[in-house]
């Protein structure tokens, strides 16, 4: 069993940027391939991007890629998110997640295990 917490969300202007952090502990985090994904109130949650279990490859998507970036630091069991130039349409709940996988990074919500609580990220325009 895992737990994620993510903290580092807030209120920020277009143009800002915000880093999120998810701790996890319960078990360690290098067992797991990592993963972030996002929900805006009435859409369904999104992937954002995903790292490796090395933190060797890492995943996004269009929409974020080139502003986002995701790193891990297994001792320390803490995945980030830093995020650049945000724009009023990343505002959302972002959550965490842990997949427990052999190959591959998983795009799809379905595939991972464990989840935070989500934190919220707001942008202001």
């Known amino acids: 069993q895992v737990q994620l917490v993510e903290s580092g969300g807030g209120l920020v202007q277009a143009g800002g940027s915000l880093r999120l952090s998810c701790a996890a502990s319960?078990?360690?985090?290098?067992?797991?391939?990592m993963g972030w994904f996002r929900q805006a109130p009435g859409k369904e949650r999104d992937f954002v991007s995903a790292i490796t279990r090395s933190g060797g490859t890492t995943n996004y998507a269009d929409s974020v890629k080139g502003r986002f970036t995701i790193s891990r630091d297994n001792a320390k069991n803490t995945v980030y998110l830093q995020m650049n130039s945000l724009k009023p349409e990343d505002t959302a709940v972002y959550y965490c997640a842990a997949a427990d996988v052999t190959r591959g990074i998983p795009m799809l919500s379905k595939n991972y295990n464990y989840w935070g609580q989500g934190t919220q990220v707001t942008v202001s325009s």
């Open positions: 319960g078990r360690t985090l290098s067992n797991y391939v």
